[in-house]
């Protein structure tokens, strides 16, 4: 489980977060989308540890990130927009290099990663330099190595960035397995089709603050918007239905 209590970034007088409250249960695919500079991005790295929150308190797995980080964090897989790599390893060492971060090494850790390489189609790869691998081969060895530590929680900014569209098929069913199981993942994306097909509770925020929360039929009812689709919706509560009203009137 994920938890976010009063939730608040500042960058000098601007506020990314303002009093963000979100809980992200066990075995649920949760979606957090929102416009460009909304927060988004801020909050999965204050829920992984990367920045710090100017107030309020974030929690994985029940332990809280900013006291207990080395326990929250060894429950957190992490998948960020922009991968950092050692491009002076090769793809072996790297998981292996992760997995050690996590205090995990030995057979099994040798067998998980032939499993993870495998499963990518990247097992040819396993001893050639990082520097040698595609865009689309990152993002892949950042997905095994947000895995390799068996994780109860999965945070992801833009998960299919750069994968082709057998590679973004396997995520998605990783995914759907991994909560299928009793996983818990909250993913950011601007790929308003993937969240609708595969998020069970969805948040949208702008401007750093929840405007609307839940499944489909409850974001239908907050924007009273039918049986409209997860853009419709999208679009209305954010006010991009004002950009759609433009373009339509510059192209009459």
């Not at 308003?192 to 929840?210: K, N, S, Y």
Request: charged letters at 25%.
């Amino acid at each position: 489980m994920i938890q976010l209590k009063e939730l608040t970034k500042k960058y000098g007088q601007f506020a990314a977060l303002k009093e963000l409250n979100l809980t992200v249960p066990r075995g649920v695919l949760y979606g957090l989308l929102g416009p460009n500079g909304a927060g988004k991005t801020t909050a999965l790295r204050i829920i992984a540890g990367i920045l710090q929150p100017t107030a309020g308190s974030v929690s994985v797995g029940g332990f809280d990130v900013q006291k207990e980080p080395e326990r929250a964090k060894s429950r957190l897989g992490y998948i960020p927009d922009r991968p950092f790599i050692y491009e002076k390893l090769t793809g072996g060492e790297f998981l292996r290099f992760v997995a050690g971060l996590f205090g995990q090494n030995g057979a099994e850790i040798d067998r998980r990663i032939d499993d993870l390489l495998s499963v990518w189609e990247l097992t040819a790869w396993r001893d050639e330099l990082l520097e040698a691998y595609s865009h689309g081969m990152r993002q892949k060895l950042i997905i095994s190595s947000a895995l390799i530590h068996k994780p109860e929680v999965i945070v992801v900014d833009e998960p299919l960035v750069g994968l082709d569209p057998k590679a973004a098929k396997l995520l998605k069913d990783i995914f759907r397995g991994f909560v299928d199981r009793g996983g818990t993942i909250l993913m950011s994306t601007h790929t308003l089709e993937v969240a609708e097909a595969l998020c069970d509770r969805i948040a949208i925020i702008q401007e750093g603050r929840i405007r609307a929360e839940g499944t489909m039929s409850d974001l239908r009812r907050e924007a009273r918007a039918g049986d409209a689709g997860l853009e419709e919706i999208f679009l209305k509560l954010t006010g991009g239905h004002e950009v759609r009203e433009l373009l339509e009137v510059l192209g009459s």
